[in-house]
């Protein structure tokens, strides 16, 4: 289970308190300063001053900062593995990625060269110029994943699995993250404009992108639909009060009002979209997921964990590494829902590093004598001795928890 990953931390659980703080403090300040300013206006002067570009560069650039200070301080305080953040699986699933991102990027053309061709066509100008556009363009695609990555990964990653940890169950960090990410969006011009209703959207917005991240056990589809909304958005259309004020091929010239093209996302998309996922992914327990205690001692014996192990610096790596078994029995003392470990492993040559991927279904208790022989197998190939370790720690946190 997705939630259950924040287990995997060496550190104290306060410390997934310091960073939601400091973000949190960092956005309540501009929203406290906005009160005194016209946003609209001063976004306006910035623009005339430094240009489109420039401006939305400058403002992408703070959360690629952000994203990069989040992932070094999981990696070097928490000690947790950076693709346990992200997904329950083994490793990222960038299918579910580019499926999402192709759906609601099609959707989102489709639905605005209906408004601009049908529907509403006085509502927008032809805004298109090559050179700008192009250099739009690069800069969307190189900064926009970050933004939009940075958070998905803080609210329904790090977020999320800390509140999962504190509170034992799923319904709470979903609110507390859908709310705090409609009222992250708080300073924008789009609300200042549209008032403090449209924050409903925003939401409902992080909702379902929590629903998404619940069901699907990671953070791809959600990063996927994300990366997509605010690349597409950035490229189709742009206004004089919206948060990017760029180059677009349409500029819509239409005094704004919360009509139902805000809502529409609200009430059909996003439930299309769980649909669809649903389907494709075969998403059951929805209650289970969402709202039961998931660390009972009883959810504990059947819960998957997964350790990882990063090996270096040895010529006979790849011989070392063959010898590993792809399954090993447990002995009795691992449990009775605990049959087998599966052991995926990789190798490149070229760097001379390699993984060692464990994965055990059942309480780990019993596990981690029976990953012994897998140490011993594993003494020759390269430094492990805090491998062992981790997966004692983990253990006793487990077994703190019952």
Known sequence: MYLTNGRLSQSPKWLYIIVPTLFFAFTGLNFFVAQFLDTTALIQQEISQKGE????????????????????????????????????????????????????????????????????????????????????LVIVVLFIPLQTSFEEIFFRGYLMQGLGLATRRAWFPLLFTSITFGLMHIANPEVEKLGYSLLIYYIGTGLFLGITTLMDDGLELALGFHTANNLFTALLVTSDWTVFQVPSILRDISEPTLSFSIWMPLILCFPLLLYIYAKKYSWKEWKKKLFKSFFTSKSLSKCSVTAYSLLCSKDSLGTNLSKLPSKITLPSTAGENSKSLEVSKSFKRSSLRASVRITSIGPLAGIVPALKPVMYSLKSVGSLSFWPLFLEQATNRRQAMR
């Open 53 to 136: 570009l420039q401006f939305l560069f400058e403002n992408l650039v703070v959360f690629a900062i952000f994203l990069g200070l989040l992932l070094l301080w999981v990696k070097y305080v928490h000690r947790q593995p950076l693709v346990a953040l992200i997904t329950a699986r083994p490793s990222i699933s960038w299918k579910r990625f580019w499926f999402a991102f192709g759906l609601w990027g099609s959707i989102t053309i489709a639905m605005t060269c209906i408004d601009y061709l049908f529907i509403s066509p006085n509502d927008y100008i032809w805004n298109f110029q090559w050179i700008p556009f192009l250099k739009l």
